[in-house]
């Protein structure tokens, strides 16, 4: 690691003198990338020059304790536990800046929630998440666009895919794939019974061009008629999209713009985010064995979460975490949550690293 770091030392260097060029300064194009590189490095560089001057305090503390001086050995003596408390902070620090970071977590992201077991009352569920996940993208100032959604009889969601934009979105909602469990009253138990149900999240990365290639001819497209609930018509058009990626078989829908171009382009942005995660999910299938467990997986098919009404009370089953705080989770306020599960995530992969 301290090799690594002498060359991550070094390339800084080189760029403070790159930047300070005025041929480099002159070219705005590599100067913003000079300077972005110049940001992510100083991230590590000064942790890795305080972890430096510790060693050389560590080092000197314990050549005092040959002193023949009582007391200077007494403070030497004193020194040292905090001195090497405070490198081992440095070096948690450092394998953590040097961590490979998901090339994903700045993206995007292609929100997908699903009503699953418990008929209505699921479909209600899956409306409660969908506000709960755009109050949250609210108050980051991200944006949020529904792109498909498939309303059910009781004012829920069988089906409501929304698009969030903003910085570090994918990062944020990452380890919300995977199924939620609710416990709690419907509206139309008249006695009063606790029922579960359950609502499925998928989060996907957007996909942009350079990070999947589709060749048209792979590609099947359908135009129909766009209908709301019940088969009832809303438009005398051909202007609902879907999209066939021949190869995988992923399909992507979009009926929710009275223009066939704008359903297309949002079925085109659908699909392409669909077939990079099942491609990613594929390349993460081949390293499951030794990541089993994992937060980060991203497992559908894995209960999550429960939020149970009568008690008020949040579980995130894959950490231990439980909050009593349910009516303000549903408003949006998931930050502890999610900090919980990146912290989480976080030392499950320093543990592999050692």
Known sequence: MFGKLKGIEERFIKLEQLLSDPAVIGDQKKYQEYLKEHGELNKIVPVFRNYEGLIDELDEARELLKDNDSEIQAMAKEEIPALELRIEECKTALNVALMPKDPRDNKNVLLEIRAGTGGEEAGLFAGDLFRMYTRYAENKNWSIEIVEK?????????????????????????????????????????????????????????????????????????????????????????????????????????????????????????????????????????????????????????????????????????????????????????????????????????????
């Open 150 to 354: 498939n309303s059910s009889s009781s004012g829920g969601f069988k089906e409501v895919v929304s698009l969030i934009k903003g910085k570090g979105a994918f990062s944020s909602f990452k380890y919300e794939s995977g199924t939620h469990r609710v416990q709690r009253v419907p509206e139309t138990e008249a006695q009063g019974r606790v029922h579960t149900s359950a609502v499925t999240v998928a989060v996907l990365a957007e996909a942009e061009d350079i990070d999947i290639d589709i060749n048209p001819a792979d590609l099947k497209i359908d135009v129909f008629r766009s209908s709301g609930p019940g088969g009832q018509s809303v438009n005398t058009t051909d202007s609902a999209v879907r999209i066939t990626h021949l190869p995988t078989g992923v399909t992507a829908t979009c009926q929710d713009e009275k223009s066939q171009h704008k359903n297309r382009a949002k079925a085109m942005g659908v699909l392409k985010a669909r077939v990079l995660d099942a491609k990613v999910r594929e390349e993460d299938a081949k390293r499951a064995a030794e990541r089993k467990g994992q937060v980060g997986t991203g497992d559908r098919s894995g209960r999550i979460r429960t939020y149970n009404f009568p008690q008020g009370r949040m579980t995130d089953h894959r950490i231990g975490l439980t909050l009593y705080k349910l009516d303000s989770i549903m408003e949006g306020n998931i930050q502890e949550i999610i900090d919980e599960l990146k912290t989480f995530n976080q030392a499950q992969a320093l543990r592999d690293i050692g």
